[in-house]
C-alpha cells in the first residue's frame, strides 16, 4: 500500500481557485491510478476524478468537468486537483485515494481503492 497525505485545502470565495495536493509514500506510487473523492456534510462520497498511472489518461465527474483539472508527477510522488471556478455546492472534505484500475480511468467506486488520505476541507463562501 501506499501513504497519502492532502494538503492545499481551505477557504475562498465563489469563483475561486484551490489547488489540492497529495504526498504518497512508497516507490510504487508510479504504477496507481489516483482518485479525487469529496464527502459533503450528511452526503456519501462522491467521484471527482481520476488520473492514469502515467498521468496520460484522466476522467472527471460532470459536476466538475471544464472547472478542475488533476495532473501527477511521479518523480515527486504528487498528484494535484486543481479547481478554478468554485461553487459553493463544491464545499466538501476532498480525499485522494490510490488503487489498482488496469487501463480503466472512469467513474469509480471508492471500493475499489485501497489507500486513503486524510481528507482536507474545502469551504467555498457565497
Known amino acids: 500500500q501506499v501513504q497519502l497525505v492532502e494538503s492545499g485545502g481551505g477557504l475562498v470565495q465563489a469563483g475561486g481557485s484551490l489547488r489540492l495536493s497529495c504526498a504518497a509514500s512508497?516507490?510504487?506510487?508510479?504504477?496507481?491510478?489516483m482518485g479525487w473523492f469529496r464527502q459533503a456534510p450528511g452526503k456519501e462520497r462522491e467521484f471527482v476524478a481520476a488520473i492514469g498511472w502515467s498521468g496520460s489518461s484522466t476522467y472527471y465527474a460532470h459536476s466538475v468537468k471544464g472547472r478542475f483539472t488533476t495532473s501527477r508527477d511521479n518523480a515527486k510522488n504528487i498528484v494535484y486537483l486543481q479547481m478554478n471556478s468554485l461553487q459553493p455546492e463544491d464545499t466538501a472534505v476532498y480525499y485522494c485515494?490510490?488503487?489498482?484500475?488496469?487501463?480503466?480511468?472512469?467513474?469509480?467506486?471508492?471500493?475499489?481503492?485501497?489507500?486513503w488520505g486524510q481528507g482536507t476541507q474545502v469551504t467555498v463562501s457565497s
Open positions: 512508497g516507490h510504487t506510487f508510479s504504477s496507481y491510478t
Open positions: 485515494a490510490a488503487g489498482n484500475t488496469g487501463d480503466y480511468i472512469g467513474p469509480t467506486a471508492p471500493q475499489v481503492f485501497g489507500s
